[in-house]
């Protein structure tokens, strides 16, 4: 969801599954820069499956390291195997995005090797 910030407070609009209530309220959490969480309201345009979500940020307390692992296990999502590495699913796709992001391949490795993804 994207939002429209001003002085703590924000507005955005999101899409919803069909049935949903017109009016609740969620748990948003949020990592953009910052850590941030919120208590939104939601209130569907009926007979829409839009709805307008309005809130106030609050800072998480979470550093990004945990808000990631936080916003992953919300979505049932474990980052980790068993033996405490991280899942090939996500090695592969932080290697993409390194890649996508880095514009000097000797900045790219030496990312990749503190990371422990230059395998």
């Given at each position: ?6 002085l703590?407070?924000y ?6 599954e ?13 990592y953009?820069?910052e850590c ?7 209130m ?28 992953m296990h ?17 090695e592969d796709?932080?290697r ?14 030496e990312?990749l ?7």
């Open positions: 969801m994207t939002t429209l910030d001003f703590g407070y507005i955005g609009f999101i899409h919803l069909p049935g949903s209530p017109l009016f609740h309220r969620f748990q948003l959490d949020e953009d820069g941030r969480t919120s208590k939104a309201t939601f569907r345009l009926f007979p829409s499956r839009w709805a307008v979500a309005v809130g106030r940020w609050r800072p998480s307390g979470r550093d990004p390291q945990e808000t990631i692992e936080h916003l919300a979505r049932g999502v474990d980052l980790y195997n068993e033996d405490g590495t991280l899942d090939a699913r996500f796709a932080a993409e995005q390194i890649a996508h992001r880095s514009s000097d391949p000797d900045d790219e490795w990312i090797t503190a990371l422990g993804l230059d395998k």
